[in-house]
């Protein structure tokens, strides 16, 4: 298996602009996750999905953040419209089993908006 | 809420030395918990995970130990290598599929 795979590894936009992560977890992994990490507040869980069902997204910012999972190997995490402040690293993880067993990270979006 | 410490922020070492990376939480009442690596510009790697029943976990020259009553665990390194630096961090699971990651300590082993 090639791992989670997230696309693209960078992203610069400019301020206003709709901003599209994308995520492939490994097959057969039942839930997925979103993470922000940033120097000030590390990693933050944003959203978790379990068999394609968001589950908790009490850790997304705002309106301005929506994430879909429309199949079991697809997930986005849309920004619209973008601000300086959500430059940050984006992650996606994969797990097979409730309780965390088997977390894998893929290798990050790095959002840069200007 | 839970709240997880790691000490120290950043570590220098020579190449050989043993060392122990501490983490500390807030609420005992965890799953499980994981040490990660993370190199720069890169994701996370697991190293180990240790459920709340158990005391430790090893991995070749990686120990981890949970005092899950103390809120304690650390990550002892035997005879470091250059390789072995990277960002180290520790994240526990709450049973609610939520892992709170420490801010994690920077690890720089010197040849």
């Known amino acids: 298996d090639a791992g989670v795979i997230q696309s693209p590894r960078h992203e610069v936009t400019e301020m206003g602009q709709e901003v599209t992560l994308r995520c492939k977890p490994i097959s057969g992994h039942d839930y997925l996750f979103w993470y922000r990490q940033t120097m000030m507040r590390g990693l933050e869980l944003l959203i978790y999905?379990?068999?394609?069902?968001?589950?908790?997204d009490s850790g997304m910012p705002e309106d301005r953040f929506s994430a879909k999972m429309p199949n079991a190997s697809f997930s986005t995490l849309k920004i619209q419209p973008s601000e300086p402040r959500d430059s940050a690293v984006y992650f996606c993880?994969?797990?097979?089993?409730?309780?965390?067993?088997?977390?894998?990270f893929g290798s990050g979006t790095r959002l840069t908006v200007v | 809420k839970q709240e997880v410490t790691q000490i120290p922020a950043a570590l220098s070492v020579p190449e050989g030395e043993n060392l122990v990376l501490n983490c500390s939480f807030t609420d005992s009442a965890i799953y499980n918990l994981q040490w990660f690596r993370q190199d720069p510009g890169k994701g996370l790697t697991s190293l180990l995970l240790?459920?709340?029943?158990?005391r430790e976990q090893t991995s070749g020259r990686l120990n981890a130990s949970l005092d899950k009553s103390s809120g304690r665990s650390t990550l002892y390194i035997a005879a470091s290598q250059p390789g072995d630096s990277a960002t180290y961090l520790c994240?526990?699971?709450?049973?609610?599929?939520?892992?709170?990651f420490g801010q994690g300590t920077r690890l720089t082993i010197n040849p």
């Open positions: 999905f379990n068999n394609n069902v968001p589950i908790d």
């Open positions: 994240a526990v699971n709450e049973g609610a599929q939520k892992l709170v």
């Open positions: 993880a994969s797990s097979p089993v409730q309780g965390g067993d088997g977390y894998t």
């Open positions: 240790i459920q709340s029943s158990q």
